[in-house]
């Protein structure tokens, strides 16, 4: 599929034009950058398996009836999906405390909380996404109305129900995660879509016996094998076939085998 101008490049993913309007293609790359961009490198593969890893919980998520701006993956790393505008809050949602909730709080690492945490940041790097309140976004409109904050709201707590069992099954536990959503105009209807990305950029995912980290951590932390950590999520989740490792990862269509007639 043609791609069209370059509309966005962010840290781990660039937003060209779509075929048509209002749709785009939403490139995953293998940069990974934390710590608002002090620490960056290239984690050959993330990008191939955060592509198949969204697709799944997206195409997932539109099953049990959120809006996603998914329409279709294209290839290994690339994603056709509705153009949107996003709004500039990220929604957090945490079910055991850890990361900025630690830090900025002195909460024990590891507390599970006694129902999931929604926290609000304003999504912008010069001012490092910093923590706000609901009020700050309906005062400064960064969503239209109290309404579509309220319905947002409940998609997080949706989508964090329907993760948590997802995960659960295969023996992860969902710590916590990032969601952005913003607004599309479909067939003259102002829809609110789950955007961005859900991949273990930005979930914590710990294996259910050992706490192992299986996400971004092992890069902030320089904990070592993080494709490695990815691609354990991707088989998990019945992804990639269970012997793959990332130089075999074959993501294109099933091969045609011969049969022989009897
Ligand atoms: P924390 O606030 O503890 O740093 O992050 C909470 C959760 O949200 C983690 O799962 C983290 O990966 C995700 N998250 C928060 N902000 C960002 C961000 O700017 N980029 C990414 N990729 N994930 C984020």
């Known amino acids: 599929m043609n791609k069209g101008k370059k509309l966005y490049e962010g840290k781990a993913k660039i937003l060209y034009e779509g075929p048509e309007k209002g749709t785009a293609i939403q490139h995953f790359k293998d940069d990974a950058t934390a710590f608002n961009n002090l620490k960056k490198s ?37 994603q056709l999906v509705r153009l949107v505008e996003i709004y500039p809050v990220e929604f957090i949602v945490r079910n ?9 709080l002195g909460i024990a690492d590891g507390t599970v909380l006694s129902k999931p945490l929604l926290e609000y940041s304003y999504k912008n790097d010069d001012f490092g996404d910093p923590l706000i309140a ?43 995660f ?10 003259g209807k102002n829809e609110i879509l789950l955007a961005d990305e859900i991949s273990p950029d930005t979930c914590r995912l ?32 019945g992804i990639i076939h269970e012997e793959s490792n990332i130089s075999s990862v074959k993501f294109g269509k099933p091969k045609a085998v011969n049969i022989k007639k009897k």
Not at 143 to 157: F, G, K, R, T, W
């Open 42 to 78: 290239t984690v050959e593969g993330k990008g191939v398996l955060n592509n198949r890893i969204s697709e799944h919980i997206f195409n997932n998520l539109n099953q049990i009836g959120i809006k996603t701006h998914l329409i279709k993956r294209l290839n290994m790393r690339e």
């Open 96 to 104: 055991v405390a850890t990361g900025s909730l630690t830090k900025k």
């Open 134 to 176: 609901r009020e700050h976004i309906l005062e400064f409109k960064w969503v239209p109305s109290e309404l579509h904050l309220d319905l947002i709201n409940s998609y997080c707590l949706r989508i964090n129900d329907f993760m948590q069992g997802m995960f659960r099954g295969v023996g992860i536990k969902l710590v916590d």
């Open 178 to 187: 990032k969601l952005e959503f913003g607004v599309a105009n479909i067939d």
């Open 206 to 237: 710990w294996d259910v016996v050992s706490e192992k980290k299986l996400d971004k951590d092992r890069f902030r932390k320089d904990l070592g094998n993080i494709v490695q950590a990815y691609q354990e999520v991707a088989r998990r989740l």
